[in-house]
């Protein structure tokens, strides 16, 4: 089994930066790839980004590439979203997930984070 917390979420301008975090239990985390998605009001959710379990692949959606960094820090047990240039259209509940990049199958998932970008 696999908890996950998010953090870091809030409100910013548009242009501006925000980092999230995700804090995983459990000693298997190296293991897992880890993604985050996203869910805006009245869509559905949606692939942001992946990092594999030995860091060695990462995966972003087109509307983030050049502006969203995923990475993962296996002695904290966290995978961060480093989000830059935020535009409005990125407000959205923010969620992680653990599991397999490969495959596109993630078995755990956390409560999410609220990320509002203001014009």
């Known amino acids: 089994q696999v908890q996950l917390v998010e953090s870091g979420g809030g409100l910013v301008q548009a242009g501006g930066s925000l980092r999230l975090s995700c804090a995983a239990s459990?000693?298997?985390?190296?293991?897992?790839?880890m993604a985050w998605f996203r869910q805006a009001p009245g869509k559905e959710r949606e692939f942001v980004a992946a990092?594999?379990?030995?860091?060695?692949?990462?995966d972003y959606a087109d509307s983030v590439k050049g502006r969203f960094s995923i990475s993962r820090d296996d002695a904290k047990n966290t995978v961060y979203l480093q989000m830059n240039s935020l535009k409005p259209e990125d407000t959205a509940v923010y969620y992680c997930?653990?599991?397999?990049?490969?495959?596109?199958?993630?078995?755990?998932w956390g409560q999410g984070t609220q990320v509002t970008v203001s014009s």
């Open positions: 459990g000693r298997t985390f190296s293991s897992y790839g």
């Open positions: 990092i594999s379990g030995n860091g060695l692949r990462r």
């Open positions: 997930a653990a599991g397999f990049v490969s495959a596109a199958r993630y078995d755990y």
